[in-house]
């Protein structure tokens, strides 16, 4: 028993030295600030500082990677949801939305706060300055309701 006890756990270490080996791409591709969407709406200043603190990793080019993010797993599971956030909406390149897209975005990132589903939980984990008070989600969606559409 003792040596079958021994050998998961070397298999175990040795499975988790291994796997650090597969790296997927940690990006923050080069954007144009004239495309970002501050070059494009009035933000103001306290709206800004609200949106970088709460949802610039995952919705913008401009990901701040923690030293977590180089330990996989956990770095597999962080970059998908970087990956995926972006793909949903990326304030970097707000130029690249149609109005029409760019409206609903703006209503669907209100309706997203109010209802606590952004940020994510498992973000708020590890990044807890995240978390927005009940001012800050009414101040996002009193800004994203006076963008003229």
Not at 42 to 61: F, K, W, Y
Request: glycine share 2%; aromatic share 8%.
């Amino acid at each position: 028993m003792k040596r079958l006890a021994r050998s998961a756990i070397l298999s175990a270490a040795a499975l988790c030295v291994a796997i650090q080996f597969v790296r997927p791409a940690r990006t923050n591709p080069s954007t144009d600030s004239g495309e970002a969407l501050a070059a494009h709406l009035a933000v103001p200043q306290e709206t800004m500082r609200i949106l970088d603190r709460a949802c610039r990793d995952c919705h913008s080019n401009e990901t701040r990677w923690p030293w977590y993010t180089e330990v996989a797993p956990v770095s597999w599971w962080v970059i998908e949801h970087v990956n995926h956030g972006r793909s949903h909406f990326n304030y970097s390149t707000w130029s690249a939305y149609d109005s029409a897209r760019q409206a609903a975005l703006l209503d669907r990132s209100c309706a997203l706060v109010k209802g606590h589903d952004m940020p994510l939980g498992s973000y708020l984990l590890m990044h807890s300055s995240a978390r927005l008070s009940p001012a800050e989600v009414d101040r996002l969606c009193q800004w994203t309701r006076s963008v003229p559409r």
